[in-house]
């Protein structure tokens, strides 16, 4: 019977778990920086328009954020299929605009009031006229730098 | 019987290769940046004294709510917006003291008479698309672009880049501060020569 006694030192040795931390660090600390954080979740159809004369919206502090568009399926039996503004993450009309973009540039540090940009995020389907109101509303509360955010490329895309 | 145990493999390199990953990750992942045409709307309350320009001075887009665009009263493709807002800026037709020594247009006297007096004026429906609103805003950049480049390369041929590229390299944070300086008075340069001078008219209703 001694055949089969168990022996003790016979067994394959426990591989070193000692750089498991390492590894997960590793993934912890690229995911952190590969993804692009969203602090808006669009509830909005958000195509951009293709452009190919534009220039980079850098430094993402001094940018403010206004998107448009139609509402995506499930907000369209609660909003309708009529293209809206989209704030932070509420649907808003043209006349929250301005008290909004006061209240975004009160938040910032105050050597960047007078340099902010406001991004309109705006859906390619959209008519102008909507975007003329905000642009209005944009003028009336004295935030005169904007950018229309585009998807870089060709502007034949844009049919 | 007399099987030997594995030895124990050697994890204290571990941590090394990790974290040679780790870097190696971060010097080539670029977080994404948004691009777009920057605009600057006019102030609110000016002065309601509108100075009094030449017919010939400006230049008329209009996209009506058909997004059909129309160029000085006459129906265009976009393809051709372009090189007609090249050829409108760079005209030069102006005499005098109104001259424009370094346009290569026409000089048709019935254009513009130079690029610090022409005027693209771009008007809207409030019935236009969007998309095809930014498109005709790009090609009215690429217009200005064009003209830019061309001088660009034209007064500083040692720089090996045309106005775009400068205007790029400008813009980037990672860009030497003595490096910007120099670009930046060679930017204003070219500004000066052909001024964006694009006005947006308030849409009209649609009736």
Redesign the interface.
Known sequence: MSKFKK?G?????K??T??LP??V??LL??FM??T?LRDNTLMIKNTL??????????KKDR?IYIYAGKPSARYQDKYGNQPRIQLNDKFATVSDVGAYVLAERASKREELQNVL?T?L?????????L??DI??E???V?????????R?GD?TQ?N | MG?R?????N?GS??DI??L??IF??VT?T??????????????DEIIDPPIIKERNIFTVV?NKNNQILVEEKLMD?RNIRSEAVAFLDNGGGLADEACDYCQGSRNRSSSDNPDKAIISLK????????????V???L??AY?ELRNREFIRLYPSENMDY?QA??KY?D?RTDKKVKEKLKEKLGVIKLMYPMKLSEA??NKTS
């Open positions: 022996k030192s016979g067994e394959i040795p591989i070193s000692a750089s390492d590894i660090f590793m600390f690229f920086v590969a692009v328009p293709a452009a190919d004369q534009v220039q980079k919206l850098d940018v940009t991004a995020k705006v859906d390619g389907e959209t008519k102008m006229g975007i003329s642009k209005q944009l003028r009336k004295n935030a005169l730098k904007i950018n229309y955010t585009t870089i502007y844009n | 099987r145990s594995a030895p124990e493999v994890a571990m941590a990790a974290f990953l780790l990750f971060l992942t977080i994404e940046t948004d691009s777009g045409i920057n605009r600057k709307l006019p102030p609110m996209v976009l809207n429906d409030r019935e236009t698309d969007y998309k095809v609103y930014i498109s805003q790009n090609e950049v690429a672009n775009v205007d790029k813009t944070p308030e849409p």
